[in-house]
């Protein structure tokens, strides 16, 4: 009678154990969406700038049609990618068309000369700061879930209930720039 009792503890407690487990890896994918939807709210506001940027831009007729077509390309996938992994992927294609944007602009004097265009270059390098600001949350977010899903004996409830490992948000290879604040010259 007293080994069934000891037996019965023992499922009991071990179900216990399991349930929080299980209760803390949810809880930790639901802090990295958190996280994520602090991300969606500064770069819906950059969408928004990138829009008015690319509006700005059509008047200089000589800028390379090309360039633009990659932004606005980049911005409407972004814009609509469903999933955080597709919006971190399509965040990648953005950041680089912005790049090669923001290269081809300093070519053109008139443009550079614009207030329109020094003002929207300040706003998306303030939105840029805050992205920066909110990736780092979201990046310390998704290593304390990946590393909950690599520990023993939380591994083997993630493998049980098929919790994957994460991506980070990092827009590109470049890990050192990002780490600075932008440059803008007029």
């Known amino acids: 009678m007293n080994s069934m009792y000891i037996i019965l503890w023992t499922i009991v407690l071990t179900v ?13 994918k639901l802090n990295r969406e958190n996280a994520f939807a602090d991300i969606d709210v500064q770069l819906k506001q950059r969408y928004d700038l990138i829009s008015q940027l690319i509006d700005t831009v059509k008047w200089a007729k000589d800028f390379e ?18 999933s955080i992994d597709d919006k971190i992927k399509w965040e990648h294609a953005l950041a680089w068309a912005m790049s090669w944007f923001f290269a081809l602009a300093e070519s053109y004097p008139n443009l550079k000369a614009s207030e329109n265009f020094k003002q929207l270059q300040t706003e998306i390098s303030d939105i840029e700061n805050k992205l920066a600001a909110v990736r780092r949350f979201f990046n310390s977010a998704t290593k304390e879930f990946n590393t909950s899903i690599l520990q023993f004996p939380s591994n083997l409830v993630a493998w049980m ?16 720039e990002l780490d600075k604040a932008p440059k803008i010259s007029f």
Do not use: G, P
């Open 16 to 28: 216990i154990f399991w349930i929080i487990i299980y209760n803390r890896l949810v809880a930790l």
């Open 161 to 176: 209930f098929n919790f994957k490992e994460e991506l980070f948000f990092d827009v590109w290879e470049k890990r050192d």
């Open 65 to 82: 049609q090309e360039t633009l077509q990659r932004v606005v390309e980049a911005r409407a996938w972004a814009m609509w990618a469903k």
